[in-house]
Nanobody, 123 residues
Framework: QVQLEESGGGLVQAGGSLRLSCAAS????????MAWFRQGTGKEREFVAA????????YCADSVKARFTISRDNADNTLYLQMNNLKPEDTAVYYC????????????????WGQGTQVTVSS
Protein backbone atom coordinates (compact mmCIF):
# COMPACT_ATOMS: atom_id res chain seq x y z
CA GLN A 1 0.00 0.00 0.00
CA VAL A 2 1.01 3.61 -0.40
CA GLN A 3 1.88 5.99 2.43
CA LEU A 4 1.19 9.70 1.98
CA GLU A 5 2.71 12.64 3.82
CA GLU A 6 1.66 16.24 3.30
CA SER A 7 3.81 19.28 3.92
CA GLY A 8 3.89 22.97 3.11
CA GLY A 9 1.05 24.27 5.23
CA GLY A 10 1.36 27.30 7.45
CA LEU A 11 0.06 30.74 8.31
CA VAL A 12 -0.32 33.24 5.48
CA GLN A 13 -2.07 36.56 5.01
CA ALA A 14 -5.05 36.89 2.71
CA GLY A 15 -3.87 37.28 -0.87
CA GLY A 16 -0.77 35.22 -0.26
CA SER A 17 0.32 31.88 -1.71
CA LEU A 18 1.35 28.47 -0.48
CA ARG A 19 2.38 25.28 -2.20
CA LEU A 20 1.43 22.02 -0.56
CA SER A 21 3.29 18.81 -1.28
CA CYS A 22 2.24 15.21 -0.79
CA ALA A 23 5.06 12.69 -0.85
CA ALA A 24 4.14 9.10 -1.63
CA SER A 25 6.11 6.06 -0.53
CA UNK A 26 5.61 2.34 -0.63
CA UNK A 27 4.20 2.29 -4.14
CA UNK A 28 4.57 4.29 -7.31
CA UNK A 29 2.47 7.43 -7.44
CA UNK A 30 1.54 6.78 -11.07
CA UNK A 31 -0.51 3.78 -9.92
CA UNK A 32 -3.04 6.14 -8.31
CA UNK A 33 -5.53 8.82 -9.03
CA MET A 34 -4.84 11.57 -6.50
CA ALA A 35 -6.82 14.32 -4.87
CA TRP A 36 -6.73 17.08 -2.32
CA PHE A 37 -9.47 17.55 0.22
CA ARG A 38 -9.80 19.97 3.09
CA GLN A 39 -11.69 20.14 6.35
CA GLY A 40 -12.29 23.28 8.33
CA THR A 41 -13.13 23.26 12.01
CA GLY A 42 -16.68 22.04 12.48
CA LYS A 43 -17.12 21.46 8.75
CA GLU A 44 -17.40 18.41 6.55
CA ARG A 45 -14.53 17.23 4.42
CA GLU A 46 -14.57 19.15 1.15
CA PHE A 47 -13.19 18.31 -2.28
CA VAL A 48 -10.51 20.68 -3.56
CA ALA A 49 -8.85 19.14 -6.64
CA ALA A 50 -8.14 15.81 -8.31
CA UNK A 51 -5.74 14.43 -10.90
CA UNK A 52 -5.74 11.29 -13.00
CA UNK A 53 -2.86 8.86 -12.76
CA UNK A 54 -0.70 10.44 -15.42
CA UNK A 55 -1.59 14.01 -14.55
CA UNK A 56 -2.96 14.76 -17.98
CA UNK A 57 -6.42 15.44 -16.62
CA UNK A 58 -7.39 17.30 -13.50
CA TYR A 59 -10.11 19.46 -12.13
CA CYS A 60 -10.77 21.71 -9.18
CA ALA A 61 -13.77 22.66 -7.14
CA ASP A 62 -15.55 25.77 -8.36
CA SER A 63 -14.62 27.61 -5.18
CA VAL A 64 -10.90 27.34 -5.93
CA LYS A 65 -10.48 26.71 -9.66
CA ALA A 66 -9.36 30.24 -10.49
CA ARG A 67 -6.80 30.20 -7.67
CA PHE A 68 -5.55 26.65 -7.06
CA THR A 69 -3.67 24.27 -9.34
CA ILE A 70 -3.09 20.56 -8.79
CA SER A 71 -0.05 18.94 -10.36
CA ARG A 72 2.06 15.87 -9.90
CA ASP A 73 5.58 14.65 -10.56
CA ASN A 74 5.28 10.91 -10.88
CA ALA A 75 9.02 10.53 -11.32
CA ASP A 76 9.47 12.17 -7.93
CA ASN A 77 6.41 10.48 -6.39
CA THR A 78 5.01 13.85 -5.32
CA LEU A 79 1.64 15.57 -5.65
CA TYR A 80 1.34 19.35 -5.40
CA LEU A 81 -1.30 21.96 -4.75
CA GLN A 82 -0.38 25.51 -5.68
CA MET A 83 -2.66 27.91 -3.86
CA ASN A 84 -2.73 31.57 -4.87
CA ASN A 85 -4.77 34.52 -3.70
CA LEU A 86 -5.67 32.71 -0.50
CA LYS A 87 -8.74 33.76 1.44
CA PRO A 88 -9.67 33.31 5.10
CA GLU A 89 -12.31 30.78 4.05
CA ASP A 90 -9.51 28.56 2.70
CA THR A 91 -8.42 27.94 6.29
CA ALA A 92 -8.54 24.19 6.89
CA VAL A 93 -6.53 21.03 7.29
CA TYR A 94 -5.59 19.88 3.82
CA TYR A 95 -5.32 16.17 3.03
CA CYS A 96 -4.04 14.30 0.04
CA UNK A 97 -5.65 11.01 -0.87
CA UNK A 98 -5.16 8.23 -3.40
CA UNK A 99 -7.21 5.55 -5.08
CA UNK A 100 -6.54 2.88 -7.67
CA UNK A 101 -9.58 3.76 -9.76
CA UNK A 102 -10.36 6.87 -11.74
CA UNK A 103 -10.21 10.26 -10.08
CA UNK A 104 -13.26 11.53 -8.25
CA UNK A 105 -14.50 14.37 -6.08
CA UNK A 106 -16.09 12.00 -3.55
CA UNK A 107 -13.87 11.40 -0.53
CA UNK A 108 -15.54 8.08 0.24
CA UNK A 109 -13.90 6.51 -2.81
CA UNK A 110 -10.33 7.19 -1.71
CA UNK A 111 -8.42 4.42 -0.01
CA UNK A 112 -5.32 6.08 1.43
CA TRP A 113 -4.92 9.37 3.21
CA GLY A 114 -2.14 11.48 4.61
CA GLN A 115 -2.23 12.97 8.09
CA GLY A 116 -3.04 16.46 6.83
CA THR A 117 -1.34 19.83 6.93
CA GLN A 118 -2.85 22.95 8.46
CA VAL A 119 -3.37 26.04 6.32
CA THR A 120 -4.42 29.20 8.13
CA VAL A 121 -5.21 32.38 6.23
CA SER A 122 -5.46 35.57 8.24
CA SER A 123 -7.51 38.54 7.11
Amino acid sequence: QVQLEESGGGLVQAGGSLRLSCAASGRTLSDYAMAWFRQGTGKEREFVAASNRRGGRSYCADSVKARFTISRDNADNTLYLQMNNLKPEDTAVYYCASRLGIYSDWHGLYDYWGQGTQVTVSS
